[in-house]
T-cell receptor, first 117, second 116 residues
Framework: AQSVAQPEDQVNVAEGNPLTVKCTYSVSGNPYLFWYVQYPNRGLQFLLKYITGDNLVKGSYGFEAEFNKSQTSFHLKKPSALVSDSALYFCAVNTPLRGAAGNKLTFGGGTRVLVKP | DTGVSQNPRHKITKRGQNVTFRCDPISEHNRLYWYRQTLGQGPEFLTYFQNEAQLEKSRLLSDRFSAERPKGSFSTLEIQRTEQGDSAMYLC??????????????FGDGTRLSIL
């Protein structure tokens, strides 16, 4: 079964410092991996995806993620965090459906990021 | 592109009542998904439509839940005889995908259901 794990419930970082949010995956076959961000009382906003190619993927709002096949990880990074980056971050993996062509997203439990001024 | 729209944003109802939520996907997106998110957790898949056909339902979707997508446009999710455990955020997402399923799903802002 496809799954992702986010080992940290919360990450605290000072504004201007690098931000890393960890994600590890367990999949059969090639993984299609995604990062989403969720602000309070809002839906999920797509940040970036890894399908194939370069292991460093660049996304929205200055975020990037590094795919590491040997460590089965897909960590989200931002070189310089902003207070406005404080939110809930979800890693997800594309998961084939049982009986139909198509996919669903299987999400990790989420990591709350708090960026302090 | 006006994004995925969900209505209502909030719904408060008494246990045992029926509720219906609506989702308007991004126009021309052929795939539509419903997820449920409880507080502090990641979203969990409920059901999936390709155009008007409902192709997959999660085991989370009991007989009290029904979803439709007439004409492959908007979708509705109905919960009959609501229970306390139905309290959650219900998220709708859509994508346009042909062949390999690697396009991102775009989410609406959800409907938060509270059962009294």
């Amino acid at each position: 079964a496809q799954s992702v794990a986010q080992p940290e419930d919360q990450v605290n970082v000072a504004e201007g410092n690098p931000l890393t949010v960890k994600c590890t995956y367990s999949v059969s076959g090639n993984p299609y991996l995604f990062w989403y961000v969720q602000y309070p009382n809002r839906g999920l906003q797509f940040l970036l995806k890894y399908i194939t190619g370069d292991n460093l993927v660049k996304g929205s709002y200055g975020f990037e993620a590094e795919f590491n096949k040997s460590q089965t990880s897909f960590h989200l990074k931002k070189p310089s965090a902003l207070v406005s980056d404080s939110a809930l971050y979800f890693c997800a993996v594309n998961t084939p459906l049982r009986g139909a062509a198509g996919n669903k997203l299987t999400f990790g439990g989420g990591t709350r990021v708090l960026v302090k001024p | 592109d006006t994004g995925v729209s969900q209505n209502p944003r909030h719904k408060i109802t008494k246990r045992g009542q029926n509720v219906t939520f609506r989702c308007d996907p991004i126009s021309e997106h052929n795939r539509l998904y419903w997820y449920r998110q409880t507080l502090g957790q990641g979203p969990e898949f409920l059901t999936y439509f390709q155009n008007e056909a409902q192709l997959e339902k999660s085991r989370l979707l009991s007989d009290r839940f029904s979803a439709e997508r007439p004409k492959g446009s908007f979708s509705t999710l109905e919960i009959q005889r609501t229970e306390q455990g139905d309290s959650a955020m219900y998220l709708c997402a859509s994508s346009f995908t042909t062949g390999v399923s690697n396009q991102p799903q775009h989410f609406g802002d959800g409907t938060r259901l509270s059962i009294l």
